[in-house]
Every structure is written in C-alpha cells, then in structure tokens.
C-alpha cells in the first residue's frame, strides 16, 4: 500500500523527490504517513478535499484484499 500512495503522489506533485511515505503496521491497522513539499499540498488534497479522499479511497480499497484497515496522513 505504500507503494500505491507513493505512486499516486509522485504523479500529482511538481517536486517529487520531495514525496516521503512511511508505513507502519500492526495486526489490523496499517498507517500510512504522505509527506510533501508545502507547495505541493493543494494538489494533493484538492478542492474540497476530493484529491485526498480519493487517495484514501483508493488504499481503503486495496487494503479489503487483505482484510486490513488503513489509516492515511498527509502533511507538509
């Protein structure tokens, strides 16, 4: 899953060497940490949030496959 926001990440932000995704687990519970460049944070969250909802939307349903829950965090 770190991978798949990494991915979408890099692919939304202007300075992509400046992406950084940390992933912690435990049984349940994956957490993931996106962190960009504070010039990049609008394009990531989006209007109204749509961007980021999308992206947790995205991982929420990658992480059904292996019956896990995911958290994401997105900071500057």
């Given at each position: 899953m770190k991978e798949l926001v990494e991915l979408l990440a890099k692919s939304l932000v202007d300075q992509r060497d400046r992406v950084s995704v940390v992933q912690t687990e435990t049984d349940?519970?994956?957490?993931?940490?996106?962190?960009?460049?504070?010039?990049?944070?609008g394009k990531v969250i989006?209007?109204?949030?749509?961007?980021?909802?999308?992206?947790?939307?995205?991982?929420?349903?990658a992480a059904v496959?292996?019956?896990r829950r995911v958290h994401?965090?997105?900071?500057?």
């Open positions: 349940k519970m994956v957490n993931i940490q996106l962190t960009v460049a504070p010039e990049d944070m989006g209007k109204q949030g749509k961007i980021a909802n999308a992206i947790r939307t995205l991982v929420k349903a496959k292996d019956g994401v965090d997105i900071d500057q």
